[in-house]
């Protein structure tokens, strides 16, 4: 990864040490994404084929059900996601991989119900493995989320986007001006035991995002090596050509990516959703596994 001024890697520990300073014992050489939005057993957080995706329910239970499986485990990271946006922009060298011309295609992404955002089968595409795939372009050559089964899955990472959006971890940003467009402060931890919401205890302010202002990016800054949005200039088919949500407001936020099924074009990888405090749950939101 670069880190600003030279190539660096993650420590174990959740640091960011030189490529010079390289040491083997340290640094994290594989990183692990769900390959099902998140279900639950009651207690823990799992991924697993199942009916139904476990939501409504708050970033801080999401990460509490999954620290149960064991230290390192957390409900998103943003660091982590961050790598897989950058991954899927090398391989497809555009941003706007829901043009099944593109990249991927859209996905389950218009279906207004909670038939739509919950209540769908998970493990759809287990036959087709580590790879990428859409049942409505591959498969069916349909129009994206015509039917129940508008899955798709990005190098084995099934709704990849849209479906049910996803809590994010590892970034708390905070609404310091109401009326600023770049009034909010990003706060990013790479060490997921110090995951925690409303705080920057144990996390490292990397600049400004947007606030009030929603739309399409059209801009990056990058600090830690990780990627930020803080303008918009976009379009449902330009720049990220996928939504943004500003914290429209004061206070401690709290990040969801990839969109829901209720949002149509607007999901994606870079769908970047900040507008909700820390208590807030719903629906259409859940959690996907990550270490």
Not at 41 to 55: C, E, F, R
Request: with cysteine.
């Amino acid at each position: 990864m670069w880190d600003g001024g030279a190539f660096a890697y993650f420590t174990s520990s959740g640091t960011v040490a030189s490529s010079g300073d390289f040491d083997s014992s340290s640094a994290i050489r594989y990183r692990y994404i769900a390959a099902y939005q998140g279900t639950t057993d009651g207690s823990k957080l799992q991924s697993i084929t199942a009916s139904g995706v476990y939501t409504s329910h708050t970033r801080a239970t999401g990460l509490s059900r999954a620290r149960a499986i064991a230290s390192g485990w957390a409900n998103g990271d943003y660091a982590l996601w961050n790598a897989c946006q950058l991954l899927t922009l090398m391989e497809y060298r555009n941003f706007y991989i829901q043009d099944p011309t593109v990249g991927i295609g859209r996905g389950r992404d218009n279906w207004n119900n909670i038939g739509g955002y919950r209540d769908y089968q998970l493990g759809v595409l287990n036959d087709k493995g580590n790879t990428t795939f859409n049942n409505t372009t591959d498969g069916r050559n349909s129009t994206a989320g015509s039917d129940n089964l508008a899955t798709m899955q990005w190098r084995g990472v099934e709704n990849y986007y849209a479906g049910t959006a996803r809590w994010v971890h590892g970034i708390n940003i905070n609404g310091v001006t109401s009326n600023n467009a770049f009034g909010a402060q990003d706060y990013v931890a790479l060490n997921p035991d110090n995951f925690a919401d409303s705080t920057s205890s144990g996390y490292q302010l990397v600049g400004l995002s947007k606030t009030t202002t929603d739309g399409y990016g059209g801009g990056f800054y990058d600090q830690c090596g990780l990627f930020f949005i803080p303008e918009d200039g976009g379009s449902a088919s330009s720049y990220t050509t996928d939504r943004n949500y500003g914290t429209n407001g004061t206070g401690w936020r709290v990040l969801a990516v990839g969109g829901r099924s209720t949002v149509g074009a607007r999901c994606g990888p870079w769908y970047f959703l900040a507008a909700y405090s820390p208590g807030f749950a719903a629906a259409a939101g859940g959690s996907l596994l990550s270490r």
